[in-house]
């Protein structure tokens, strides 16, 4: 059985930061790709970063690239977002997935397990 879990949300101010966490069990992050992805009310679920299998390769939304880095620990098999400069547009749930197989992608139906989502709440 696949789990993630995420933590790490909050309520912060505009130009803080946050860090996220993904703790996987039941599959490897060293043999696939892992996924962050955010949904704020009322929009559709939008990619924000990916990595691949082992953390070789990185890929970033336009909107986040710069202020984001998505990293992972293959010992822990945990998958981190670091959020810098957070703006109140970048308030959403944020989720955490694993994708079918070991490149990064920024395609939703490439991944098969979800996360429960961790709120962001970023403040003027």
């Known amino acids: 059985q696949v789990q993630l879990v995420e933590s790490g949300g909050g309520l912060v101010q505009a130009g803080d930061s946050l860090r996220l966490s993904c703790a996987a069990s039941?599959?490897?992050?060293?043999?696939?790709?892992m996924g962050w992805f955010r949904q704020a009310p009322g929009q559709e679920r939008e990619f924000v970063a990916s990595?691949?299998?082992?953390?070789?390769?990185?890929s970033y939304a336009e909107s986040v690239k710069g202020r984001f880095t998505i990293s992972g620990d293959k010992a822990k098999n945990t998958v981190y977002l670091e959020m810098n400069s957070l703006k109140p547009e970048d308030t959403a749930i944020y989720y955490c997935?694993?994708?079918?197989?070991?490149?990064?992608?920024?395609?939703?139906?490439?991944?098969?397990?979800w996360g429960q989502g961790t709120q962001v709440t970023v403040s003027t």
């Open positions: 039941g599959r490897t992050f060293s043999l696939y790709a």
């Open positions: 997935a694993i994708a079918k197989s070991w490149g990064p992608s920024r395609l939703s139906y490439e991944y098969n397990y």
């Open positions: 990595i691949s299998s082992g953390g070789g390769s990185t």
